[in-house]
């Protein structure tokens, strides 16, 4: 009975959350790649502007938020951190339902870690939406020095699967915020695009409804809903 009643009183808050922070959507990304490639500093550097030098192996799945503001709407990215190991890949491939994005991270100094990335492009497409828009991301771009992917590779193979790609440094920030920015945009362009699908009479792409996308390819909702049904998610997840 009293978790029964924490879980009313923390869904109650979060929608007061919402309700003072004026959120309009809530944007899931996940974040997927091999283990030790940087995924959990990059989404750290994005989300609170940290790096942490003894960061362990994630575990399961986890999540960090981050508002931002796109085209004048106030956009919750609900980022989702994905353990790379092996043995977890049955666990996370549940948590690719409903992402509208996601940053798929490779280590330069690394060359398995990209020769890995068609592979992690396969799942992705298996488990997520078609219209996903991803963000191929090289990590560590700050150890150039020790560089065994060259650029032109990545670059190449982001083209040739219609992905955006960016280098990055969570140690230094340098382009991080940049690639997160160009995914929510991205990802704000697709809902834009789908709510005209829909047939809502909308010609301004900053004022479709949430009701014109229900039942669309991609399902958006609103924050309140999205994240509340999340967090039910969490408190039963035995990862």
Not at 78 to 93: F, H, K, L, M, N
Not at 150 to 160: C, K, L, M, Y
Request: charged share 25%; net charge negative; proline share 1%.
């Amino acid at each position: 009975m009293n978790q029964e009643m924490n879980g009313d009183v923390a869904q109650q808050r979060l929608q007061q959350e919402y309700e003072h922070e004026k959120i309009d959507y809530v944007f899931k990304v996940v974040v997927i790649g091999d283990s030790a490639v940087g995924k959990t500093q990059i989404l750290s550097r994005f989300a609170k502007n940290e790096f942490c030098f003894d960061s362990k192996s994630t575990i399961g799945v986890e999540f960090q938020t981050r508002t931002v503001t796109i085209n004048g709407k106030v956009i919750k990215a609900q980022i989702w951190d994905t353990a790379g190991q092996e043995r977890y890949r049955a666990v996370t491939s549940a948590y690719y339902r409903g992402a509208l994005g996601a940053t798929l991270v490779y280590d330069i100094t690394k060359r398995a870690s990209f020769d890995h990335v068609a592979r992690w492009v396969e799942e992705l497409r298996t488990h997520a939406d078609s219209s996903i828009a991803i963000m191929l991301i090289g990590n560590k771009g700050d150890l150039v020095d020790q560089r065994a992917v060259p650029t032109a590779d990545a670059v190449e193979f982001a083209e040739d699967q219609g992905l955006f790609f960016s280098e990055t440094s969570a140690l230094s920030g340098e382009n991080v915020e940049s690639a997160f920015f160009k995914l929510l945009e991205e990802i704000y362009k697709v809902i834009s695009k789908k709510a005209l699908e829909c047939g809502n009479g909308k010609t301004n792409a900053d004022n479709f409804s949430v009701a014109a996308i229900k039942g669309a390819k991609i399902d958006i909702i609103s924050g309140p809903e999205m994240e509340i049904s999340e967090m039910k998610k969490l408190s039963t997840c035995s990862c």
